[in-house]
Antibody, heavy 117, light 108 residues
Framework: EVQLVESGGGLIQPGGSLRLSCAAS????????MSWVRQAPGKGLEWVSV???????YYADSVKGRFTISRDNSKNTLYLQMNSLRAEDTAVYYC???????????WGQGTLVTVSS | DIQMTQSPSSLSASVGDRVTITCRAS??????LNWYQQKPGKAPKLLIY???SLQSGVPSRFSGSGSGTDFTLTISSLQPEDFATYYC??????????FGQGTRLEIK
């Protein structure tokens, strides 16, 4: 079955760090464009980051310099390392697979990150 | 970045109604426009891609149209399971992909 399963969310204090994981099954992460999209409570969807099949990475301005997207080909897993977390980073984080045209056809179930003291 | 604006932000309708949601891009995006449905507590689901192509498995009561800057999502006859929030998204100039603010479709 083709699916994405996120893990790693939780409650973290401002300024802290967290690493999200997204385990893929049924396809190869490294052959696809893989993204993270987040959704703050009661708000809309916000693109966070993408890693292309060739390895290029891009970030939203709101997280640039604080978040790092990566993948482990041997584990077929996508990651999002989040440092210097702020209250405004509180959201459900979705792992997603894009087609080459930026169409997000596959989503994970999401993992909640809460940044609060 | 390309900005996407949806209208209305919320909409009340009844089962069987025909509903149209509009999405406007801040610049021309050709037909690089996608629509997603999201139900509470669930991940978004792709409905329409490339403005008018129906994703596999999506009921034919959903349709999309438009090009350039103005787009519409139409549900021809609302079913109970269609009450959800709908988002448009441009994939013309990426990254970043950008989403509209969402349209919440509620039961009247």
């Amino acid at each position: 079955e083709v699916q994405l399963v996120e893990s790693g969310g939780g409650l973290i204090q401002p300024g802290g760090s967290l690493r999200l994981s997204c385990a893929a099954s049924g396809f190869t992460v490294s052959s696809n464009y893989m993204s993270w999209v987040r959704q703050a409570p009661g708000k809309g969807l916000e693109w966070v980051s993408v890693i292309y099949s060739g390895g290029s990475t891009y970030y939203a301005d709101s997280v640039k310099g604080r978040f790092t997207i990566s993948r482990d080909n041997s584990k077929n897993t996508l990651y999002l390392q989040m440092n210097s977390l702020r209250a405004e980073d509180t959201a459900v984080y979705y792992c997603a697979r894009e087609s080459g045209a930026g169409i997000v056809g596959l989503w994970g179930q999401g993992t909640l990150v809460t940044v609060s003291s | 970045d390309i900005q996407m604006t949806q209208s209305p932000s919320s909409l009340s309708a009844s089962v069987g109604d025909r509903v149209t949601i509009t999405c406007r891009a801040s610049q021309s995006i050709s037909s690089y426009l996608n629509w997603y449905q999201q139900k509470p507590g669930k991940a978004p689901k792709l409905l329409i891609y490339a403005a008018s192509s129906l994703q596999s498995g999506v009921p034919s009561r959903f349709s999309g149209s438009g090009s350039g800057t103005d787009f519409t999502l139409t549900i021809s006859s609302l079913q109970p399971e269609d009450f959800a929030t709908y988002y448009c998204q441009q994939s013309y100039s990426t990254p970043p992909v950008t989403f509209g603010q969402g349209t919440r479709l509620e039961i009247k």
